[in-house]
């Protein structure tokens, strides 16, 4: 089983690469799909779950004091259950056995011992906020200012809710296999070189040891 | 023209890497050789100028005191007059307008307006102690710790040279075209996957544009 892990910088382009490739590789593809699964476990609103589950405000929650009937208790004990919720839905992704790209969620760190092949996606600056201008509705028109406030502020939290599982840092290079700067690229033509090297990467010598 | 720079964690392979992409992708080679042409331009002893250029003492140095007459304004004007003849000789390089791969020094900053492919090369650290173990002599042996401490130092080292030219950090996943982790790979068949990843950045629709 190959499992193909997509990390992104907020309005990089990497969830249209994820499903490209799951396109292009015949891969099953996990995004929102986790989310909505996480919804209907818990019987919670699927936009709460993924506000709750990316949202950063539970970092400094001590764990210990975990048994205090404060209000903030409850909520932080719901994130703790949203979580843990997450990783069994992941968990399950990966104990059915198919080929598969997941994009988010930390499921390179969640699913280290399956060995995916882990990747980061990410752009220049102006290019991501071309991308998010492009992808907004008329309504929701945001200055160039807020754009990039909204881009600082969704990639802060991404780092965050990584570090609280792993040393691995976010947007750090060394902790992917490979990290793509989509700039410049036509994705489509990006996607084509990302799935050769993938399946270089899932033949390697030492991944059939290895895995 | 094509150009592909790399950056490089130390012990990670990013060299040899390099040298087997001119290899396979028939382009000029340049690493040491940059430094053995500022030791003949400059008249020094070139493990001295490679010294000179790869400490970072003179990080915190204020260059609007270059005029005063001390000892260590002597030492930091040689190391401004290294760094510009190391920029020289780059820029030398480029304008030979052939096809080349260059390794560290930067190059992918200072020839930014050839829109090289630049690449970064790194390991998980334990790939990495393994690499200098394997690279030592029998004189040199050095501990596990020692060769860790070697390598953070260079790469500290590394990362600051960068600071005093460019807000592209070292080792930032963004500041790159392509990152790749070296770990678990054979050379070889690494090599085979970037030099197709570089043939697509060299062919896609936006580079025809840009350059």
Same mark, same amino acid.
């Given at each position: 089983?190959n499992?193909?892990?997509i =990390?992104?910088?907020? #309005?990089? =382009? #990497?969830?249209?690469?994820g499903? !490209?490739?799951?396109?292009t590789l015949?891969?099953?593809?996990?995004?929102?799909?986790?989310?909505?699964a996480?919804?209907?476990?818990?019987?919670?609103?699927? &936009?709460?779950?993924?506000?709750a589950?990316? /949202?950063?405000?539970?970092?400094?929650?001590?764990?210990?004091?975990?048994?205090?009937?404060?209000?903030?208790?409850?909520?932080?004990?719901?994130?703790v259950?949203?979580? /843990?919720?997450?990783?069994?839905?992941?968990?399950?992704?990966?104990?059915? =056995?198919?080929?598969?790209?997941?994009?988010?969620?930390? &499921?390179?760190?969640?699913?280290? !011992?399956?060995?995916?092949?882990?990747?980061?996606?990410?752009?220049?600056?102006?290019?991501?906020?071309?991308?998010?201008?492009?992808?907004?509705?008329?309504?929701?028109?945001?200055?160039?200012?807020?754009?990039?406030?909204?881009i600082?502020?969704i990639?802060?939290? !991404?780092?965050? /809710?990584?570090?609280?599982?792993s040393?691995?840092?976010?947007?750090?290079?060394a902790?992917?296999?490979?990290?793509?700067?989509?700039? #410049?690229?036509?994705?489509?033509?990006?996607?084509? &070189?990302?799935?050769?090297?993938?399946?270089?990467?899932f033949?390697?010598?030492d991944?059939?040891?290895?895995?």
């Amino acid at each position: 089983m190959n499992i193909i892990t997509i =990390g992104r910088q907020f #309005g990089s =382009g #990497g969830r249209e690469l994820g499903k !490209r490739l799951a396109d292009t590789l015949g891969y099953d593809y996990y995004d929102r799909e986790i989310i909505t699964a996480i919804a209907e476990t818990s019987g919670m609103n699927a &936009a709460y779950v993924e506000k709750a589950l990316d /949202s950063s405000d539970w970092r400094n929650y001590n764990f210990t004091f975990m048994h205090s009937f404060s209000m903030e208790s409850v909520m932080q004990s719901e994130k703790v259950k949203l979580l /843990s919720e997450q990783r069994h839905v992941i968990d399950g992704i990966a104990a059915a =056995g198919k080929d598969c790209v997941i994009v988010g969620r930390n &499921a390179d760190i969640l699913l280290e !011992r399956y060995h995916p092949f882990s990747i980061f996606v990410c752009a220049d600056l102006d290019a991501r906020i071309k991308r998010c201008e492009e992808r907004s509705t008329e309504e929701e028109h945001l200055s160039r200012r807020q754009l990039e406030q909204n881009i600082r502020r969704i990639d802060k939290n !991404r780092a965050l /809710s990584r570090e609280i599982i792993s040393e691995k840092k976010w947007g750090d290079a060394a902790s992917y296999d490979l990290v793509v700067n989509t700039t #410049g690229w036509d994705l489509k033509e990006l996607t084509a &070189a990302v799935s050769e090297f993938a399946v270089k990467f899932f033949n390697r010598k030492d991944h059939s040891i290895q895995s």
